[in-house]
């Protein structure tokens, strides 16, 4: 350990305090500049309770992600397998590397950093871990720039996994099997990783496709399989039998075999560029309709959902794997219905949970005696300046501080559904903008008639006080849920 490189961990570690010193106005910069990342982190894939650390720690320098941390957990304690559903944290490898992020005892020793808040930095803390994992990431950075023979990313896992010493005599990746195999899995299973963030065109009807449809990520394939995991069965489905389940639950009913489900009469043929999350494409080896072998349902403009193989289970796989096929792209409309708004939605507190649900007694409630929202609050305790998201696509009704509701923002996403977020710290919306689905619109705080920061949110069939319906049945229509 040099005084430069102990120098340079310092530095780190200061930026990392007075980052997540200040997180009010660390999250306020941050939203400030809103910009829809076109794809981001599949939250789906992360076991839950490490969602808003992993999101932490691959923010911490520009040439890391969520989806690379995600990945490399995934790699050091699952052997890169994304169905593993939990993530070990009490492992230690022959070598004596410790914990979720597996550090050595000297590495610690240098870069252990304290991701959980509690001012120590514990080796089996996985919190710590994990962020400790991005600061050593960052500092990688410096030793192995240089390399050009490869990415940064590469250069940076190949430090991780063999030292950076081994890179720098390489000046690239080592040629050791271990390492060449552990940056080619982590790379792979990054774009697996990640997803276009909700927000774009969908229809409900695709969100709900959608929703459905990632139920099942993990059941194994079957050929002729058509069923769902249950308490006693482990499901099996093949491509066509996933679709035509997912639709059936939804109310529409499917041909049984690929392409079938494509050509048939009901649905809207679509051009590629047009394709919507939700919409089924068709894969054809010899270009025909009737040669479709193979069919997925759309998750983005990169990835799909699919039942691929035997051997193989129900997974999100890129597109760009079926590169060199004929593709058919349909889409099929829900039962109909409807609240007048169209697109994705999304929570409207990443990481929360609730503490006083819809028409609970008591508290902060309407003359008729009960809550008409429900009451968020940060799982990791940072509840003041957390970041508030518009649920859906729609407009500013109004954004205005108003009496016992403090600072409010309402949202209007179509004829028959608004939105409301009260209590806030601050908005950053004006009346009559257009926001879009996961756009920030302001940060929770504990104005007007609020005990303690919290989020109180509604879901409304009208703008007005009164118009509430219950929004974690909203929420979990929409595949959306707090526990
Ligand atoms: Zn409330």
Known sequence: ???????????????????????????????????????????????????????????????????????????????????????????????????????????????????????????????????????????????????????????ILAAYNSGPGAVEYYRGIPPYPETQKYVKTIKKNMELLRVAVQGGPAGDFGARVVAEARKHLGVPYRWGGESPKTKNSPGGFDCSGLVKYVFGKLGVKLPRVANAQIMSETPRRIDAKDAMPGDLVGISPDGSMKGIDHIGIVLNSEQIIEAPKPGLNVRIAPISWYAGKTKFYVRYTGPGGGDGASGAKVAPLTGAKLTNGYHAPGGYANPNGWHTGIDLVMKNGSTVGAQIRAVADGEVYSATTNGSYGNQVILKHGAKLYSQYAHMLRFIVKKGQKVKAGQIIGYVGDSGNSHGAHLHFEIRTGPNYGDDISPSEWLKQNGLSYG
């Open 1 to 155: 350990m040099t005084v430069v490189r102990i120098l340079r961990a310092m530095a780190l570690l200061m930026v990392l305090v007075m980052t997540t010193g200040c997180s009010i106005l660390f999250k306020g910069d941050d939203g400030e500049t809103v910009n829809m990342e076109p794809v981001g982190l599949n939250t789906s894939l992360i076991p839950e309770q490490y969602l808003d650390i992993v999101m932490r720690a691959g923010k911490l320098c520009p040439e890391i992600s969520p989806e690379m941390i995600a990945a490399q957990i995934y790699q050091e304690v699952a052997g890169g397998n994304l169905d593993a559903k939990e993530w070990p944290t009490n492992l230690t490898s022959p070598a004596g590397a410790k914990g979720i992020a597996q550090f050595i005892d000297s590495t610690w020793a240098a870069y252990g950093t304290d991701g959980s808040g509690d001012n120590k930095a514990d080796i089996w803390n996985p919190f710590d871990g994990i962020l400790s994992m991005a600061v050593y990431d960052c500092e990688i950075v410096q030793y192995v720039k240089d390399y050009g023979s490869a990415d940064i990313q590469s250069l």
